[in-house]
């Protein structure tokens, strides 16, 4: 059973460009909704995180849009640049976090 | 200040020996989660585990798998009788209590089973 839905599952973005990546999630128990970003041979490292409490959360170039009424939440990543080319998870937790399957992002230099 | 240590970083097992990862967790990080990676399928959870207890394990494959954390040393993770479709990455992840606050992962395990 797949509580977390993510897509696109793989996306392609000009250099400067807004890149977006979209979740849904089914538990209404999640109380925690993190974002990770994954480089090859690496482990995933926290990017950004927002509790159902907020609908928007921003942190530099990266900010998450929280719809706790249709249960989907997205990650923006403004001005996106070649070094932003990685996988990312998006993710819910109540006790334990659960992942989405990863969307891989490359940016076009 | 170190953060979790994984070993090993590589593992290579012929069908049917076990293989046996470690975590160490971030001092003072009393809460330990394993995850597999395949290809295309993301992280999936495994197990949850605090000092000598195991939490929640409804992740891992109810065969071969097994898992613990003592009260001294690292969190093991271990494998009895690879098979090839075990072949994967594995991760483990501290965090200082429960929730997914906090969390810090590893940079894990990639084992190959031959």
């Known amino acids: 059973q797949q509580q977390v839905k993510q897509s696109p599952q793989s996306l392609i973005v000009q250099k400067g460009g807004i890149s977006i990546i979209n979740c849904a999630y089914e538990?209404?128990?999640?109380?925690?909704f993190p974002w990770y970003q994954q480089f090859p041979g690496k482990g995933p490292a926290l990017l950004i995180a927002?509790?159902?409490?907020?609908s928007e959360k921003k942190e530099g170039r990266f900010t998450i849009s929280f719809n706790k009424s249709a249960k989907q939440f997205s990650l923006h990543i403004m001005d996106s640049q070649p070094g932003d080319s990685a996988t990312y998870f998006c993710?819910?937790?109540?006790?334990?976090?659960?992942f989405g399957k990863g969307t891989r992002l490359h940016i076009l230099p | 200040n170190a953060g979790v240590m994984q070993n090993p970083r590589h593992l290579v097992r012929r069908r049917g020996q076990e293989a046996r990862l470690r975590c160490s967790p971030v001092?003072?990080?009393?809460?330990v989660y394993w995850y597999r990676q395949l290809p295309e399928e993301g992280l999936k959870f495994m197990v949850y585990?605090?000092?000598?207890?195991?939490?929640?394990e409804s992740g891992m494959p109810k065969e071969r798998f097994s898992a613990e954390f003592p009260k001294e040393g690292p969190s093991i993770l271990r494998i009895q009788q690879v098979v090839r479709g075990d072949s994967a990455a594995y991760f483990c992840?501290?965090?200082?209590?429960?929730?997914?606050?906090?969390?810090?992962f590893g940079s894990g395990t990639r084992l190959t089973v031959v």
């Open positions: 992840a501290s965090s200082p209590g429960q929730g997914g606050y906090g969390y810090t």
């Open positions: 538990n209404t128990a999640f109380d925690y």
């Open positions: 927002i509790r159902p409490d907020v």
């Open positions: 993710a819910a937790s109540n006790d334990k976090i659960i």
């Open positions: 001092k003072g990080h009393s809460h």
């Open positions: 585990l605090q000092k000598e207890n195991i939490i929640d």
